[in-house]
């Protein structure tokens, strides 16, 4: 293909999928029909600000539950079985984690957060972790378990940061970051479709960028409830098409 | 490179102690004579010397501390020159004390040009960050068990380990090269030549990461001076409480540090496009609890029922 004939504006989820190698063959096949048919892939500020704060946001929430809830828990079961917290843990410990785990679930279970809950992710994350180490028959004390599980965090998001800024920050990879105002009303129209914060933000980026390039602009997302669910109100209304990854090359050749 | 002073090692002062082994110095030859077999011999030398003989480590760690004490906001319970010469005696003793890394940063200065000594001393430096990473995460762990800041602001200092590690990569390639050029050549002036070129080329790279430390040094005694209430817990608090701090000159310094650190990362970007392509192993536990709870809206982030 000789020139770029339209152009991708890529949702937050695309880019921490990338990251965090989730969804591969959609992503890959996306940045394959990008490198292919010579087709830059866009992000604006505001989906920039986003990656990086939700990667920041989910450390700092799991730092917090290991800190707090994690560690009370665990000093408070012992202090009722009279052990300190140097003595090795065992099956006790892990007791005492699945009735915190399981008051939680009971109290999710009547709100309205779905299925993926955190709690069920964090608690297989912990479990599965102290599992291994006695099934090795390794000891551990409460101390270093909690240790053990920030380094394992600290180590994971460092990495992240070095992937982020390969991509987002210094653009060594696929993406180019687009500096874009956007216009009060199509943020308003919207939101009137339904359409919140910073979603309406990321769309209206690349709204601007079509209408004001007039190339053909598709914004790419994985986001099916927030987003793809409304793809025909939010064409009709400012005539941008939102699609998966899949299909984005199909909306431009 | 641990966030608690008392548990550092000399290595913690790296950029300090990389410029004090690898640029402060010169090729110089000396013309000996030596007993063979009852016969004299002349043989040449090539060794190196320091360009700056009287600035030793310990004025370079002073210096440091002084410019850091210089540049921020103190409790009044605490003297600036009295913090300058504990945190910079802190650094000595561990220099001091460190026999094995204090050996190999000398021995460059005495090496004669046989073998290579300017590499070896860098392998050492990466060897040395190599083994004792472990330690530096445990450390930062442990800091952030014993604080009530985010985990962020720890894992931010992780990665300027990190950066680090790249850092003396890139100088290992630059004075694997240089060196080898440099004993390649035939004559003093050749080498001298050389040699100026490689210290030409990694200087502006010690230097960088030498403004990168200094701010991420800064930033970190900033959080433990305002955590310690006497000289004696400063270097080791045992508490790190981030209401202790005025916010607005703890932003100025994370701020400063996170722009000093981009600045870093991009400038060793130029050296080598791939220090950043990392493999993240997508089926690993953590990283599979991550990705997925990284994806959930915000407001699922929260164990409140």
Request: aromatic share 12%.
């Amino acid at each position: 293909m000789s020139s770029s004939v339209g152009c991708f504006f890529l949702d937050t989820c695309i880019i921490l999928s990338d990251i965090l190698k989730e969804d591969t063959p959609r992503i890959e096949k996306l940045k394959k029909d990008s490198s292919f048919h010579k087709i830059p892939c866009y992000i604006s500020i505001s989906v920039k600000k986003e990656s990086y704060e939700k990667v920041q946001e989910t450390l700092n929430f799991l730092g917090n539950v290991v800190r707090e809830t994690i560690k009370y828990q665990l000093e408070e079961s012992r202090k009722k079985r009279n052990i300190t917290l140097e003595t090795s843990m065992n099956s006790d410990d892990i007791k005492a984690l699945e009735d915190l785990f399981s008051s939680y679930q009971n109290a999710m279970r009547t709100s309205k957060i779905g299925l993926a809950s955190p709690i069920a992710l964090i608690e297989e994350w912990i479990i599965s972790f102290l599992g291994e180490k006695m099934a090795k028959g390794v000891t551990i004390d409460v101390n270093q378990f909690l240790l053990e599980l920030v380094k394992k965090l600290l180590e994971l998001t460092s990495l992240i940061e070095d992937l982020y800024d390969e991509l987002v920050t210094f653009q060594k990879s696929f993406v180019q970051t687009k500096d874009i105002s956007v216009d009060a009303v199509i943020i308003k129209t919207l939101q009137s479709i339904g359409i919140h914060k910073p979603d309406d933000y990321h769309i209206a980026s690349a709204f601007s960028h079509q209408t004001v390039t007039k190339e053909k602009t598709v914004f790419v997302t994985l986001d099916f409830n927030s987003i793809l669910s409304k793809r025909d109100l939010i064409l009709k209304q400012i005539n941008l098409v939102c699609c998966d990854p899949l299909y984005a090359l199909y909306h431009i050749i | 490179m641990t966030f608690t002073t008392s548990r550092a090692t000399s290595i913690d002062y790296k950029g300090s102690a990389l410029r004090y082994g690898l640029i402060d110095i010169r090729p110089i030859e000396i013309v000996e004579t030596i007993k063979k077999f009852g016969l004299k011999f002349k043989r040449t030398i090539r060794t190196f010397e320091s360009i700056k003989p009287p600035e030793s480590y310990a004025d370079l760690v002073t210096f440091q501390n002084e410019t850091i004490f210089g540049t921020i906001e103190m409790p009044k319970w605490f003297d600036a020159d009295k913090l300058v010469k504990t945190f910079s005696q802190c650094s000595i003793d561990s220099y001091e004390n460190d026999i094995e890394f204090k050996k190999m940063a000398e021995n460059v200065k005495k090496a004669e040009r046989k073998g290579r000594p300017l590499l070896l001393f860098v392998q050492f430096a990466k060897n040395r960050l190599e083994s004792s990473r472990d330690c530096y995460l445990e450390a930062e762990a442990e800091r952030f068990l014993e604080s009530n800041f985010p985990l962020s602001f720890f894992n931010k200092l992780v990665v300027f380990d990190n950066t680090y590690y790249d850092f003396v990569k890139i100088l290992e390639e630059r004075v694997r090269i240089g060196e080898f050029y440099a004993s390649c050549a035939r004559n003093l002036d050749m080498y001298k030549k050389k040699f100026a070129q490689m210290r030409r080329t990694i200087s502006p790279i010690i230097d960088q990461m030498d403004k990168c430390y200094f701010s991420y040094d800064r930033l970190k005694k900033y959080v433990l001076v305002w955590n310690a209430k006497d000289y004696k817990e400063v270097l080791n608090p045992k508490f790190l409480d981030f209401k202790n701090l005025d916010f607005s000159e703890f932003e100025k310094h994370y701020n400063d540090y996170n722009m000093m650190l981009q600045e870093t990362r991009e400038f060793l970007l130029r050296y080598n496009s791939d220090i950043l392509v990392k493999e993240l192993v997508s089926k690993e536990s953590t990283t599979n609890m991550f990705s997925k709870l990284v994806m959930l809206p915000s407001s699922s982030k929260t164990l409140e029922g």
